[in-house]
């Protein structure tokens, strides 16, 4: 009896330090980095990261994230009573009540994403809260290596489940509601070259549960009703992409992706993308990308009856067809290519962009953006 509870014991101390050896931290990581959007309707996103890597051993790896986001939309510029005004009011994508169309409408939300790699291995959840939604996502995935490194397949698979509690509004009335996301995904990695890197992909997705905004209402049979959108869509999409590393320290990147889901919605997407080191520490990206679609089946310019068709009706343009264009460069730099830098700073980074959005039912932007990246 004694010997079985001293092997027990010994057995016991002996897996103690194996287990405990993946916790203990071989190298850490903390990031901080500040991202302000701007576009021509004076819609303002300001967002602050927080990153926190580590690298412990056995091969695991802990990362978390963490997001602050302020979305600001102006306020109806239009006076009050005119019909600029009101189709301003009756069609808006925020909450309206009372006076406050005209004042501007503020949104914060708060997230946090954590996950943990080893080896081939990756597994994530994610957790978003604002005053309407709150958001929860598990997500896994495998990694497998072939033909000595040279091919690599990724499959992944993700759950959603949301909460939505739609803010008083003066004009919808949406009670409570939810939506659930099942994604999966399948992606072939293969090394043509030393300098050449194709992936071939394809996604599916079921969402269900509310996807139409419960704040927009939509001109119909005379006059204004809420949206209504299906509670079901089956969504899949196959994409390919090329990247082609350059010995002068540039890349190019070219994609191409096909999308259709049962709504009658497809689209087509084709991008590139040029990257160029301007010595160590400054790199330049230019970028341009093409988006074609057709519209969904329930979509009409003008609905002549409130009920809409077949009892679904939208005012989101990303539902009707659509062509769009989008362009513009990118400046990155390190902060160690400025002689008065401080230590500290030294291994930060800024980066300024700048993009042109416009598309053909009369919508153009301006986007700019800038973040700043500061390691500890």
Do not use: C
Not at 4 to 22: E, N, Q, T
Not at 275 to 280: D, E, I, R, S
Not at 289 to 307: P, T
């Amino acid at each position: 009896m004694h010997v079985v509870a001293y092997l027990i014991a010994s057995g016991v101390a002996l897996a103690i330090p194996s287990f405990a050896d993946p916790f203990e931290v071989e190298d850490q990581e903390a990031t901080y980095l500040f991202r302000f959007f701007s576009d021509a309707d004076k819609v303002h996103v300001s967002s602050h990261y927080g990153f926190y890597d580590v690298a412990l051993q056995n091969d695991w790896k802990l990362g978390l994230r963490y997001n602050h986001e302020q979305v600001t939309v102006p306020g109806v510029a239009a006076p009050a009573g005119s019909a600029e005004a009101v189709d301003a009011i009756t069609t808006a994508s925020r909450p309206i009540s009372g006076e406050d169309a005209y004042q501007d409408f503020t949104k914060v939300r708060n997230e946090v994403r954590a996950s943990l790699d080893r080896g081939p291995a990756h597994v994530g959840y994610y957790v978003s809260k604002e005053s309407d939604y709150f958001a929860q996502q598990v997500d896994g995935e495998w990694t497998q290596s072939l033909a000595q490194d040279n091919t690599y397949l990724s499959g992944g698979g993700s759950y959603g489940w949301d909460r939505i509690t739609p803010l008083a509004d003066q004009d919808t009335a949406t009670p409570d509601d939810h939506r659930n996301t099942t994604h999966g995904s399948l992606i072939l990695t293969q090394l043509l070259s030393a300098t050449t890197v194709v992936r071939l992909g394809g996604e599916l997705e079921r969402v269900e549960g509310l996807q139409h905004n419960p704040y927009r209402n939509v001109y119909a049979g005379g006059g204004p009703v809420p949206e209504r959108h299906p509670s079901t869509r089956n969504r899949r999409d196959a994409f390919l992409r090329l990247s082609q590393y350059f010995r002068n320290r540039s890349s190019v990147q070219i994609d191409y992706r096909y999308y259709t889901d049962d709504w009658g919605v497809q689209s087509q997407t084709v991008g590139a993308k040029l990257n160029q080191y301007v010595g160590p520490n400054v790199v330049v990206r230019y970028r341009y990308r093409y988006y074609d679609q057709g519209a969904a089946d329930f979509y009409r310019a003008e609905y002549v009856l409130a009920d809409g068709i077949d009892g679904y009706r939208t005012g989101d343009y990303r539902l009707r067809p659509i062509q769009a264009h989008l362009f513009g460069g990118m400046l990155e730099v390190g902060l160690a290519a400025i002689p008065a830098t401080p230590q500290w700073l030294r291994s930060s980074r800024l980066t300024l962009s700048y993009e042109r959005y416009f598309n053909d039912i009369n919508f153009s932007a301006n986007v700019f953006e800038t973040g700043l990246s500061v390691d500890f």
